[in-house]
Nanobody, 131 residues
Framework: QVQLVESGGGLVQPGHSLQLSCVASGFTLDGYVVGWFRQAPGKEREGISA????????VYADPVKGRFTISRDYVKNMVYLQMNNLQLEYTGVYFCEHAKMASVSRPQAMDFMTNRRASYWGQGTQVTVSP
């Protein structure tokens, strides 16, 4: 079952930017917290950012603070990740994932970003940063 589809990845040079998109299929993301996760080569999947529903509380992993921006468009039923000043270490497959959490607090969003282990992950979108 595929509920979220990621897109927007590609090959970029260091210092360049990409915007990733995540669209929900068959349901609305209203009431869901949504996060972005990255699996770098040879590493476990890790949380990058998350955004709540309604209040739009955003959280970020320390290395990407001030560099990445997560946002959502309720009309388009999409979530985005703007990635600026990309570096080699950000190469990997990026996934979006969601959880039904209404009125999520900042600690809850952080917990979702840090500890989310979904039973199903989509195909993700490949981001390759290379000179």
């Amino acid at each position: 079952q595929v509920q979220l589809v990621e897109s927007g990845g590609g090959l970029v040079q260091p210092g360049h930017s990409l915007q990733l998109s995540c669209v929900a299929s068959g349901f609305t993301l209203d009431g869901y917290v949504v996060g972005w996760f990255r699996q770098a080569p040879g590493k476990e999947r890790e949380g990058i950012s998350a955004i709540s529903s309604g209040s739009s509380i955003t959280v970020y992993a320390d290395p990407v603070k001030g560099r990445f921006t997560i946002s959502r468009d309720y009309v388009k039923n999409m979530v985005y990740l703007q990635m600026n000043n990309l570096q080699l270490e950000y190469t990997g497959v990026y996934f979006c994932e969601h959880a039904k959490m209404a009125s999520v607090s900042r600690p809850q969003a952080m917990d979702f970003m840090t500890n989310r282990r979904a039973s199903y992950w989509g195909q993700g979108t490949q981001v390759t940063v290379s000179p």
